[in-house]
T-cell receptor, first 113, second 112 residues
Framework: DAKTTQPNSMESNEEEPVHLPCNHS???????IHWYRQLPSQGPEYVIH???SNVNNRMASLAIAEDRKSSTLILHRATLRDAAVYYC??????????????FGQGTILTVHP | NAGVTQTPKFQVLKTGQSMTLQCAQD?????MSWYRQDPGMGLRLIHY???????DQGEVPNGYNVSRSTTEDFPLRLLSAAPSQTSVYFC???????????FGDGTRLSIL
């Protein structure tokens, strides 16, 4: 199974943009890139996902490198509520692993007022 | 909308006891799954179900049983609790496996 690598932690100031990187150099052609986040004492929350093209939704943007070996989750204006652990996950659509999310340790995002 | 509801929120068991963690979703989702999260770790998949009557094992299934008699409910049974099963348990659901998953708030289980 393809794996992802994320920094252990990142810090940001409130109302500034945050770029959370993820490396997935062994990604296969049918792997979707998913991002979830987990606020303290809560279950994970879906943020965004994509395959090849950049994606935007109300929560964030996902920028995917042309070779798909890395991606970046972009929070355009961080708020204190965005402080969480962010997980970058690959899911092989149609494969035997799809839907069975593999969570690594994620990136702990700290947002300073 | 209730979403994914897990009960109980907290539970303390003694070694060897059995119990059932409940998970219910009101979104008519086909796909449901159970994860456990140990302190400082990511989530690990225990069991999953692609529809009523169909279940399969995930990464760490030993010591746990599941059944899916209805679309709405996916209970997780601990057969004989062990201290190594002390963890936070999360249930998740989605319409299809490849679609975004909705997680419950978790059950915090301590086994003495």
């Amino acid at each position: 199974d393809a794996k992802t690598t994320q920094p252990n932690s990142m810090e940001s100031n409130e109302e500034e943009p945050v770029h959370l990187p993820c490396n997935h150099s062994t990604i296969s052609g049918t792997d979707y890139i998913h991002w979830y986040r987990q606020l303290p004492s809560q279950g994970p929350e879906y943020v965004i996902h994509g395959l090849t093209s950049n994606v935007n939704n109300r929560m964030a943007s996902l920028a995917i490198a042309e070779d798909r070996k890395s991606s970046t989750l972009i929070l355009h204006r961080a708020t204190l509520r965005d402080a969480a652990v962010y997980y970058c996950i690959l899911d092989n659509a149609g494969g035997t692993s799809y839907g069975k999310l593999t969570f690594g340790q994620g990136t702990i995002l700290t947002v300073h007022p | 909308n209730a979403g994914v509801t897990q009960t109980p929120k907290f539970q303390v068991l003694k070694t060897g006891q059995s119990m059932t963690l409940q998970c219910a979703q009101d979104m008519n989702h086909e796909y449901m799954s159970w994860y456990r999260q140990d302190p400082g770790m990511g989530l690990r998949l225990i069991h999953y179900s692609v529809g009523a009557g169909i279940t399969d094992q995930g990464e760490v299934p030993n010591g746990y049983n599941v059944s899916r008699s209805t679309t709405e409910d996916f209970p997780l049974r601990l057969l004989s609790a062990a201290p190594s099963q002390t963890s936070v348990y999360f249930c998740a659901s989605s319409q299809k496996p490849w679609q975004p998953q909705h997680f419950g708030d978790g059950t915090r289980l301590s086994i003495l």
